[in-house]
DNA sequence: ATAGAAAGTGAGTGCTTGCTATCTAACTGT
DNA sequence: ACAGTTAGATAGCAAGCACTCACTTTCTAT
């Protein structure tokens, strides 16, 4: 038989079930939404019992807003990853909001949005959000600063970041398709063209 | 004293009371959201009993759906609306943008967005939505057409309004600003107003 | 005028929710 | 080894939920 099997220190036992938690959470809302990610249904997800749960988190609520910080990072990563390579033509841009299609389509991405919409509705809610909405945003930037500032002022480039995420994240929501690496549909695909069309025409390639 | 202050027919009753239930549930979604639409929550807005509601809809989903049926007409009337004017210049464009952006923070398409938020994890109202939605898109299409299908090809019509709304659904679903009638704020304005640049400098305008 | 139907009331039903209290199991410092 | 602390399990509670039912009020047809 193995030495010691099950032989972990209290940081590692709680580090475990707290991450298992989240990771539950995450998974909870992306599948059934807000409303159905009850305690018991988080419980049941991550293996553990309620007790559990109250123990490291002292109301639903400090589990979400924990949930939020969790999978923020993550978001802030597939981002970076996604936006992060040689981006000159228009056939690079629209390969890139493709790509960032299926990363707002992630359960990741998908999780935030159902707590933002809570959180219009739940004052302390938005309130717990603000700082990792803050920081989300400002890290995109920076992301997108990195690769295009040498294209675009600075102004532009944030209008820029505005139209194509918010016009992303408006398709996610009206996305009902659970699946998501369903492929765009043509209008959607048409859509994503024409906005590379559009930035790429607008702010022409520097002649090197 | 007047001649008969309440007498009323029962069909005159009847469509009172529901008009009253499915904008008291209107009022409840934009305000509160949809998990705190409670039936007991839409009673006391419209000022009648749970057996008033329960008469007229079978069940909670029936009333939600009633209402998405009830504010869809009025979304496709307010984008006809403030679509149906002339459009040529950046500056036209830009204003069209910019009351769009009025028209979907309104109560009536914020109450469609919940629902629409909801109808992702609920696979009834899901479907229930469904022709709802295929008809409101489709009216808009149309709408758009009247007045642009003159100076783009039919799917770049399809693709540009689907850059649109979808960017201010984005917008309106991060706004978690309450107030509805809040300035653009900087960063919007310039995006709205790029967005517009780059349409009309895409598209440009026929001679006469 | 009156029987009958429809509209509206409000107390009640069973169920789920977030959360707590009580207890046992697992780890830690000495 | 063993007292003390932390982690986790289980049963249960008050509140809120969607929905029902026996009942009163309001209209309608004869």
Redesign the pocket.
């Known amino acids: 038989m193995t030495t010691t099997p099950?032989?972990?220190?209290?940081?590692e036992?709680?580090e475990?079930?707290?991450t298992a938690l989240l990771d539950a959470t995450v998974r909870c809302l992306a599948e059934r939404g807000y409303a159905?990610?009850?305690?018991?249904?988080v419980c049941a997800e991550a293996?553990?019992?309620?007790?559990?749960l109250?123990?490291?988190f002292?109301?639903?609520?400090a589990l979400l807003v924990a949930t939020a910080k969790h999978v923020a990072t993550r978001n802030v990563a597939q981002f970076r990853a996604t936006v992060a390579q040689g981006v000159d033509t228009v056939e690079d841009v629209a390969v890139v909001l493709t790509h960032l299609r299926g990363v707002v389509l992630s359960p990741a991405n998908q999780t935030w949005r159902e707590l933002l919409v809570a959180a219009r509705a739940d004052a302390d809610l938005r309130a717990a959000l603000h700082p990792a909405r803050e920081s989300l945003q400002s890290q995109m930037l920076v992301a997108a600063a990195d690769l295009w500032a040498d294209r675009l002022p600075a102004d532009d480039l944030a209008a820029v970041l505005s139209i194509v995420v918010n016009m992303l994240d408006g398709l996610a929501f009206s996305a009902l398709d659970p699946d998501p690496a369903a492929p765009p549909g043509r209008t959607v695909e048409r859509a994503l063209r024409l906005l590379a069309e559009m930035i790429v025409s607008h702010y022409p390639q520097e002649q090197p």
């Open positions: 099950s032989r972990r220190t209290q940081a036992r709680r475990g079930t707290i159905a990610t009850s305690t018991a249904a293996g553990v019992s309620q007790g559990a109250f123990r490291h002292p109301t639903r609520q």
